[in-house]
């Protein structure tokens, strides 16, 4: 479902000289797979989620998703590919703050040019345990509640993959496990690849498949 080969990144350096973060020759996931994705900070796991979802183009190499190599799109073709296919669950959660829950969910569909389906985002709502939240704006909702609104707006136009950016970093330690089983159980029910990048040991451990970024990314120097 997802492949990447040979893929490259860097980042041109105050100097002008080029810092590369992402040397990858080949990684895969497949339709359904759940993986955790670790690694020091500073190895590139945020920049590796943004090019598989198109918000960095890689300099080189081929991101294959689904039947679509998304390096050959332009940069409107990614947009709307990634709105359609892609679902993204933000550390900072990316809420709109003059919207309520239920209308931000309803606005990753709208985003994806396809029907807004109010009934699925009341139930996406309801299943992330906000079925009583729905008419409350981010600044009304706990830091718990909003990573909930931003579970369900990922999952809000059925993608075929859902990253998620640690997404249970700015959650307090009781809510952690509701936060992970939400995307583990959202993504099961609709056959929904998942990747999760995390730092912490005890949300990794919940996943069969543990990858270390730094152990496949020859981009990254191992002190």
């Known amino acids: 479902m997802l492949e990447l080969k040979n893929v490259k990144k860097s980042f041109t350096e105050p100097d002008g000289g080029e810092l590369p973060i992402l ?18 900070s500073g190895c590139g796991k945020s920049t590796l989620l943004y090019v598989i979802s198109g918000i960095s183009r890689p300099d080189s190499g081929k991101v294959q998703v689904g039947d679509w190599d998304i390096t050959l799109f332009t940069e409107a073709e990614c947009d709307r590919f990634r709105a359609e296919q892609i679902g993204y669950v933000f550390q900072t959660f990316n809420l709109l703050p003059g919207f309520t829950a239920l209308e931000n969910v309803m606005l990753g569909m709208r985003f994806a040019g396809g029907r807004v389906d109010p009934n699925r985002a009341k139930h996406l709502l309801e299943r992330v345990g906000l079925g009583h939240r729905m008419t409350h704006r981010p600044t009304q909702l706990s830091v718990g509640e909003q990573q909930r609104v931003s579970v369900a707006r990922g999952l809000a136009n059925r993608p075929r993959l859902l990253l998620a950016d640690e997404p249970t970093a700015n959650v307090d330690a ?13 993504c099961r029910e609709e056959n ?22 730094e152990e496949f990314n020859r981009a990254v120097v191992i002190a």
């Open 23 to 40: 040397d990858i020759e080949d990684f895969r996931l497949d339709a359904g797979e759940q993986m955790a994705l670790v690694g020091r």
């Open 174 to 186: 009781g809510h952690q496990q509701q936060v992970v089983d939400m995307l583990r159980d959202g």
């Open 192 to 213: 929904v690849a998942l990747m999760v990048v995390t730092h912490t040991p005890e949300v990794a451990r919940q996943f069969e498949r543990i990858d270390n970024l």
